[in-house]
């Protein structure tokens, strides 16, 4: 998995996604395509099926 930082050029649409995390019984979902290795990602998220206001950022799972 790359580092943080490491795909900054690359366009959103292709970023490959290495990590998915998801919450049962929800629609929440946390796609990492970096990380620092430390707990810290860099990805896509989507919280409660609200896809129109899903966008990437960094996200922690703590």
Known sequence: MPRLCVTEGVP???KEIWLHFFVLGTDSHWMAAE???????FGYAVLGGDYQNAEWGY????
């Open 12 to 14: 959103f649409e292709d």
């Open 59 to 62: 996200f922690r799972l703590s």
């Open 35 to 41: 990380t620092d290795g430390k707990g810290l990602y």
